[in-house]
């Protein structure tokens, strides 16, 4: 059960004996920042009407109990000094030194930040907000007590949020809930995480709060006296096992994990393993798989519930056994397994190194590896200067859900989930992303859009020349989840120079243009003034930069294609009149075509050119043979000198179950499993192949294939994955030329 009321704060002597062995120089520094604070924030209060001062000391003490350094408790003593009161941090830094008044500074928000005009939709406190949290979260990696501090005063600021109005208090528990909670799990502090995520379940959701809380609470005897009922059976069994030094205690029970379990398993509160569970610390790791054997052997294990965290720690570095059994009963029952310094670690994180920092010579190794994670965490921060973009870049990628792969070597890769070969290949060396042209996954080939997967073992392929494929910063593709491998990708591309940019995007703007069946039709000159080009040469370098992607032309291309046939429809009455000479005023329409033209006139498509839904059409009076439709960049159809018999026509209303037939041409490298794997990418796209008919030559294989589509954005979509391929070249639409 979460606490909402503000405890007694504490008096300095208090907080000073968390530290008994506190050196005469630390303990003056901290009684220095004391008086000094209480001083400068005399005479201001709270929403709740108490002194300031008091949410000051509570920062403090918060840090007390991790048992931070005295500079991070005389900086959290001080830490609304200079946002709040006239010191200054040059004042700090004549009085206190370097290390603190940073240490302010970095928590210290931005009064003075301008409002960026291009986003004025959102207040100025909410850019300085967004701004204040990427400059925290930068300076994470040079000292990383910054962040600990500021996970303090919201975790005091959360305890006392009932005093702010409703609207303030889910606006800050959805910040808390975003960012802090999973911060705080990235850090490895449990304690902090758990008790930010109940505080903000409670205002974000508090009748499901409400539910799990007073569920608890009436079970609590029943479910107190069963777990010393599962401890003393365990105890039991250790002893005679000769593990006597064990520890066993109930597991906290945190509301919003409950909540989460609940929901995805959308199972009832009786059913969530971790309403009933025990921890057993012992003193060294041997033991630990010593107490599972114990327990495995006492109680029937459950399959699939059993996670190794000792060999394979989380990515935050966490350790410990987890395994779910089932009791005499049938009763399921989580236990966890771990030694102390495995539980100070899960419960205090990166902050347990000053917790040991006196009884440790040297570098600390175990903090040197936390802190180089969290510096490979924020590499891309710099190089995103709009704060709104980058708080949602920390959001997809550092505090998401995460995936384990493994190099060839066994090494650990750490990504966000639905992270892909790319993303991993940019995650080890940069120069390896850029000439990643392929990837196995347990030594079989899969496409570069693949997601991984935990356990995934991965194989770079290279070239030992080469960059980026513009299509990897296609977000439509999927090619790239990181905004690190984004980074770097735009960051090669920009690099190069402007001819082979132009080039570049000159080859992008084809590729695109004949996959949506325009090459023909739509000028390059006519693309460029779309995104407000006037140059079409600046339109072509920014394409082949990365700075606009195929997706984003796909969508412009394919909406003013729509416009300007509606408007034509408009401008002629609805009607299209017929360019020919052939008189009447029937209306006829089939497969989805109006069409003006004599009576009975029999409407076709086209087979060497299958027009699809999305496609610029125009008609053709055959002899015997009624009107026949051809795409207006139809290569045959150009062939014919005959303006008089074309007819203006356009798609109607096309019904969701019709499918239209259209050739496609894929070519590759051949390898085992090509035709599967495309055919795999047609299937997802719920799609149907009528015809395949494969050609090899010289290791090059020409794939034709009939697909059934409903419009042409389907097809090219299908068409964009199946580039994405391992050895496919190029999958495009396919003229038959009779």
């Not at 250790?238 to 945190?254: D, M, S, Y």
């Not at 989840?481 to 080859?507: D, P, S, Y």
């Not at 796909?554 to 017929?578: F, H, I, S, Y």
């Not at 294989?701 to 009939?706: I, P, Q, W």
Request: aromatic fraction near 8%; glycine fraction near 6%; charge should be neutral.
């Amino acid at each position: 059960m979460v606490s909402t009321t503000t405890s007694t704060p504490v008096n300095l002597q208090s907080l000073l004996a968390n530290f008994p062995d506190l050196s005469l120089g630390d303990r003056m520094l901290i009684e220095r920042a004391y008086y000094k604070a209480e001083t400068a924030h005399a005479g201001q209060v709270r929403k709740s009407g108490e002194p300031y001062f008091i949410h000051c000391v509570a920062v403090a003490q918060i840090l007390a109990d991790m048992r931070l350094d005295a500079e991070a408790i005389a900086a959290a003593l001080m830490h609304d000094i200079v946002e709040d009161t006239p010191v200054t941090i040059d004042d700090l830094r004549a009085e206190f030194g370097q290390n603190v008044s940073s240490m302010v500074a970095g928590v210290t928000k931005l009064k003075k930040l301008p409002i960026n005009v291009e986003k004025n939709t959102r207040s100025r406190n909410a850019d300085r907000e967004l701004e204040y949290i990427r400059k925290m979260l930068l300076t994470m990696g040079d000292d990383v007590r910054v962040v600990l501090i500021k996970l303090a005063d919201r975790l005091h600021n959360m305890r006392t949020l009932g005093y702010m109005n409703p609207d303030k208090q889910k606006a800050i528990a959805q910040e808390t809930m975003d960012i802090f909670a999973p911060l705080a799990n990235r850090l490895g502090i449990w304690q902090i995480k758990w008790e930010l995520e109940d505080l903000s379940f409670r205002y974000l959701d508090p009748e499901a709060y409400k539910q799990i809380a007073s569920a608890l609470d009436e079970r609590r005897a029943d479910r107190e006296d069963y777990l010393n009922d599962i401890i003393d059976s365990l105890r039991k069994a250790l002893n005679e096992a000769l593990i006597t030094n064990a520890v066993i205690t109930g597991r906290p029970k945190h509301i919003y994990s409950i909540y989460k379990k609940m929901s995805r398993k959308q199972a009832a509160l009786d059913q969530i393993y971790d309403v009933r569970a025990v921890r057993v610390i012992v003193a060294t790791i041997p033991l630990c798989y010593l107490v599972l054997g114990e327990v495995h052997n006492l109680w029937r294990p459950i399959p699939g519930e059993f996670d190794d965290y000792i060999a394979a720690p989380k990515d935050n570095f966490y350790q410990s056994l987890h395994t779910a059994v089932l009791d005499n009963n049938g009763k399921t029952v989580e236990v966890q397994i771990r030694t102390w310094e495995m539980h100070e670690h899960a419960e205090y994180g990166i902050a347990a190194h000053w917790r040991y920092k006196e009884g440790h010579k040297g570098k600390d190794e175990n903090f040197e590896r936390r802190l180089n994670y969290l510096r490979r965490l924020m590499e891309f921060g710099p190089e995103v200067e709009d704060p709104e973009t980058f708080i949602e870049s920390m959001k997809s990628e550092v505090f998401q859900d995460r995936v384990y792969a493994f190099t060839p070597k066994g090494d650990i890769i750490d990504l966000p989930s639905g992270a892909t070969p790319i993303d991993f290949a940019y995650h080890i060396h940069t120069d390896i992303g850029h000439r990643c042209r392929g990837a196995k996954v347990h030594g079989r080939l899969v496409p570069l859009n693949y997601q991984l997967r935990t356990g995934d073992q991965v194989e770079i392929l290279i070239y030992k020349r080469g960059g980026p494929s513009m299509d990897w910063l296609n977000p439509n593709l999927g090619y790239v989840k990181t905004a690190r491998a984004l980074a770097k990708i735009r960051h090669w591309f920009r690099k190069q120079n402007r001819e082979k940019h132009v080039a570049m995007g000159r080859e992008s703007l084809e590729r695109e243009l004949r996959r949506l069946g325009l090459l023909e039709s739509m000028s390059f000159e006519s693309v460029a003034q779309l995104f407000s080009y006037s140059k079409t040469e600046d339109f072509l370098a920014a394409v082949g930069a990365g700075d606009i992607n195929s997706a984003q032309i796909a969508n412009r291309v394919l909406e003013t294609e729509q416009q300007r046939r509606q408007q034509e429809a408009l401008d002629n009455g609805a009607l299209l009149k017929p360019k020919s000479k052939v008189p009447g005023t029937v209306l006829d329409s089939t497969q989805g075509v109006q069409i003006m033209g004599t009576g009975g006139l029999m409407v076709g498509l086209a087979k060497c050119c299958n027009p699809t839904p999305g496609d610029a059409i125009i008609g053709y009076v055959t002899r015997g043979r009624g009107v026949t439709v051809h795409r207006r960049d139809c290569v045959q159809l150009q062939s014919l000198n005959e303006p008089e018999r074309l007819l203006d026509v356009s798609w109607g209303h096309v019904a969701k179950e019709q499918r239209y037939s259209v050739p496609v041409e894929v070519i590759a490298y051949d390898r085992e499993g090509l035709l599967r794997d495309i055919s795999t990418v047609i299937a997802d796209e719920k799609v149907n192949m009528s015809t395949v008919n494969v050609h090899t030559r010289n290791d090059i294989a020409v794939f034709h294939v009939t697909v059934e589509i409903g419009d042409v954005k389907q097809l090219t979509r299908i068409l964009a994955k199946i580039s994405c391929v391992s050895n496919v070249v190029e999958a495009r639409r396919r003229n038959i030329v009779k």
